[in-house]
C-alpha cells in the first residue's frame, strides 16, 4: 500500500484499486489520504461516484472531453466555467434536482436574454446526459422537467432597394456595376454585403471563402456552423460579384461586423444586421426554387428551420395566386 510522499512543499500520491492506477497532488497529507479514501470508494463502486462529484466536476470534464472536439469550444468552454462558478458548481450530482437547475435559470434571467438562457440550457442538459450514459454519475437528468424561457418572436426584416444602394454608398461602392474591382476594405465589404444578398451564406462562410473553394458556378463551403460541408450553387449576379474578388474578400468576420455597423449608421438604416442578408435571401429565393433544394443550398437539414428566415409578406404571396 502506497503512502502520500512530500515533494517540495506539496503531497504526492499514487494508488491502484482493482487494476486502476490514479494519483493527485495535495497541500497536505490530511488531504491526500481523503482523496485515497474517496477514490477507493469511487473505483470500486461506479455507482456512489455522484456522493462525491459536484456540478462543478461534471462541467470540467464535459469541457475536455467533449467540448474541445466541437467548432464552438470556446464558446462551451466560456459557459461551462461561468456555471461551475455559479450557485450550481458546488452541489454534488446526488443532491442535484430540478428546483436547482430552475433556480440558476431564473438567477441568469435577471441578467441575460431569454435566448441566452435557453441555449445555456440546452448546453446544461446535453453535460447531464452525457453523465448519465457515459459516466453514469446520475440516474435522471435535473433539465428534464424544467422549463426553458419563452422564445422571443423570429425577426421579420426585410431590406429594401433603397437601404441596400444607401449601405453600399456608405462603403463607398457605387451599387451600379460602374467599378469593378475594390480598393479599399470598405469596397469589399459592400461585396460581401451584396454578395450573401445572392447566396444566403453567412458572415463567416463568406470571410473564410477562397479561390480553391469556387469551381464554376458552385462554391464549397468545407465547414460550416453547423460542423458539415455543402456546396451553394451561385447565380450569374453571384459570379459577377466573385469576380472582382477572385482570391477571396480577404476580410475577417470581426472587421466586417463593426466596419458594416457603421456604415449602417452613415447610412441612416435602423435596425438593420448583416445576418438580416440571409433573411433576406431565403425569402428571395423561395420564389425561385423548391423547398428541398433551398434547404440545401442554405444548410437546413430541418426544412421548418427555414419557416425562421422565409419572411414573405402577404402582398408577396398573393402575387403568385
Known sequence: MSIPIKVGTRWRHRIMVDGVRTSGTFDTKAAALKWEAQQRVTLRHPEHVAVTKTCADAFRRYEIEVSRTKRGHRW??????AMAASSLGPITMAQLAPSHIAAWRDERLRNVQGGTVTREMNLLSHVFSVARKEW???????????????????????ITPDEIDRICLALRWPNDCSVRTPETRQQRIALAFLFALETAMRAGEICGLRKEDVQGCVARLRMTKNGSSRNVPLS????????????????????????FRMARQR???????????????????????????????????????LQTYYNATAEDIAKKL
Open 76 to 81: 462551451e468552454a466560456g459557459r461551462l466555467a
Open 236 to 259: 450569374p449576379r453571384a459570379m459577377e460579384i466573385w469576380s472582382m474578388v477572385p482570391n477571396g474578400f480577404d476580410i475577417t468576420t470581426a472587421t466586417l461586423d463593426a466596419m
Open 136 to 158: 453514469k454519475w446520475i440516474a435522471k437528468s435535473p433539465t428534464t422537467d424544467v422549463a426553458r424561457p419563452k422564445a422571443k418572436p423570429h425577426r421579420d426584416r426585410r
Open 267 to 305: 447610412a441612416g438604416v435602423e435596425g438593420l444586421t448583416f445576418h438580416d442578408s440571409r433573411h433576406e435571401a431565403i425569402t428571395r429565393l423561395a420564389s425561385k426554387i423548391n423547398v428541398l433544394d433551398l434547404a440545401r443550398m442554405v444548410g437546413h437539414h430541418d426544412i421548418k428551420q
